[in-house]
């Protein structure tokens, strides 16, 4: 491929694999990144690995949502297998980056939001007055997928603090690991959606894929060494230098405060849609 420059412009032709400039101003640079963290999570004791993985999962979950909740904003009513703009002139997400690689359309399919998929949480369809106290209940967890995933690496994150919960505490390590692997259980199905449903590619998706099954194996190694007080661990966030956790901290903040505000303001809210999904050869449950 060539790149011509200009003060004001940079443009990228012929590149392979149909790749555009996204990927490589935006997505390739996350990646090399990502992978120095991961790399370095890898290698450091289990505490430190789980925070910079919650660091990690909560970045790639705000920027999902961010994607989902800009993309319901400026298109109202957005269909993944049939936007109204198929170029996404009025806003085009950082990580599609290919024919075959749009995270607009894998984030906000029937999958992205698993809860409503399995039948576990639904909208309203009812007036206020009419609906009943269950039905609240489904419609307040009929979240993105991404939602979950805040809650999800924030426990990690924070995972000490959680040791002051009674009674369950010498059960929350273990809870922990269960929990992670149903998630790595779902990641899975979502993994099988990914590639032989929808037939595409998601960088922000393949990230939490990562971090997911990266989690099972690191609770694991903290459930055996029987840490159940706040007191066993003086370094609350591991060994994570301060120049990185305190930045990465601060961004993660933002990201938070900045989809919170654009859910809030931006006039629209995220919805993974059903339609024709049938038709793609899922039974929707």
């Known amino acids: 491929f060539w790149i011509q420059a200009s003060p004001y412009f940079v443009v990228f032709a012929a590149m392979p694999l149909g790749l555009d400039g ?7 640079p996350l990646v090399l990144i990502e992978s120095v963290f991961f790399a370095y999570a890898f290698t450091s004791d ?17 920027a999902a949502l961010w994607v989902e909740v800009k993309l319901e904003h400026t298109y109202p009513g957005f269909q993944y297998d049939a936007p109204q ?10 990580c599609d980056f290919a024919p075959w ?19 576990i949480a639904k909208p309203l369809t009812a007036t206020p007055g009419e609906v009943s106290l269950l039905d609240k209940a489904r419609w307040l967890i009929d979240v993105p997928n991404p939602t979950i995933g805040v ?8 995972y000490p603090a959680l040791l002051l919960i009674p009674i369950i505490t010498p059960l929350m390590p273990w809870l922990f690991y269960a929990a992670c692997v149903v998630v790595g259980l779902m990641t899975v199905w979502l993994a099988y959606n990914l590639i032989f449903v929808l037939s595409d590619c998601c960088v922000v998706c393949v990230s939490m894929y990562v971090a997911n099954f990266a989690l099972i194996p690191m609770m694991h190694g903290i459930c055996l060494t029987h840490k159940l007080s706040l007191n066993d661990y003086p370094d609350f966030f591991g060994a994570v230098p301060s120049s990185v956790l305190q930045p990465f901290l ?31 050869g899922v039974d929707s449950a």
């Open 22 to 28: 996204n990927f490589y101003t935006k997505v390739l």
């Open 151 to 158: 809650l999800f690496f924030g426990c990690h994150l924070f």
């Open 85 to 94: 703009d198929p170029e996404m002139k009025a806003y085009r997400p950082f």
């Open 250 to 280: 601060l961004l993660d903040t933002v990201m938070g405060i900045a989809v919170l505000s654009l859910w809030l303001f931006g006039g629209g809210t995220a919805h993974a849609r059903e339609a024709c999904y049938e038709k793609m």
């Open 46 to 62: 289990l505490r430190t690995c789980q925070v910079v993985i919650g660091l990690l999962g909560l970045w790639w979950c705000f």
């Open 101 to 119: 690689a749009t995270c607009s359309k894998v984030l906000m399919s029937p999958p992205g939001r698993f809860l409503r998929h399995f039948g």
